[in-house]
């Protein structure tokens, strides 16, 4: 079985400040990592995914996200953020047979 | 390319009721997903489907939610009947294959609000 954990539900934050979102997962095999973002009354959009190779991965708009096996984390960050990044920031875990959501982090940047 | 297309986007019912949710995924997507967005809470898989074959639906609700994908292309899912505690967003998923690394594509979701 896999699971997420993501531990902020909610995280303001002024304009053009830097920002972390952070996941941990658990999982007994190998797993790809995803960071989806969700707008109010949208689907979810694919930010970016670490499938091997690199640890440090960049998204969509600025944001990046670095695996660190050890600590079972995929993190994500970007280091100044917009009005427009007001959204809710999924990460997710696939074991290559399924795709498992954590509860999602509320990001709300304050003018 | 064209996304994940769902139809309704909003439903309203009252509880006891039935409703059906519709799902047309990307062109050639093998597998199609269905899950469950309850409010504040990260989406949960319902049912997964590789082609018209149903690969995992253990977290379906089997004697309400019902699921089919006939022709292997697009899929509907239907509750009945419903209750109060299925208020939730559906979201339809599609992907190229099981497994796969590039992630599934979502469509924008049905709310369900049951009263």
């Known amino acids: 079985a896999q699971s997420v954990t993501q531990l902020d539900s909610q995280v303001p934050v002024f304009e053009e400040a830097p920002v972390e979102l952070r996941c941990n997962y658990s999982s007994s095999v190998s797993v790809y990592l995803f960071w989806y973002v969700q707008y109010p009354n949208q689907g979810l959009q694919l930010l970016l995914k670490y499938l091997s190779g690199s640890t440090l991965v960049k998204g969509i708009n600025g944001f990046e996200a670095e695996f660190n096996k050890s600590q079972t984390s995929f993190h994500l960050r970007k280091p100044s953020v917009h009005i427009s990044d007001t959204a809710e920031y999924f990460c997710a875990v696939s074991d290559k047979r399924q795709l498992t959501f954590g509860s999602g982090t509320q990001l709300t940047v304050l003018p | 390319e064209a996304g994940v297309a769902q139809s309704p986007r909003y439903k309203i019912i009252e509880k006891r009721q039935s409703v059906a949710f519709w799902c047309n995924p990307i062109?050639?997507?093998?597998?199609l997903y269905w899950y469950q967005q309850i409010l504040g809470q990260g989406p949960k898989l319902l049912i997964q489907f590789q082609n018209n074959g149903v690969v995992d639906d253990s977290q379906l609700p089997k004697d309400r939610f019902s699921a089919e994908r006939l022709k292997g292309v697009d899929s509907t899912l239907k509750i009945q009947p419903a209750k109060l505690e299925d208020s939730a967003v559906y979201l339809c998923?599609?992907?190229?294959?099981?497994?796969?690394?590039?992630?599934?594509?979502f469509g924008s979701g049905t709310r369900l609000t049951v009263v």
């Open positions: 998923a599609s992907s190229p294959q099981q497994g796969t690394s590039m992630g599934y594509t």
């Open positions: 062109s050639g997507h093998a597998t």
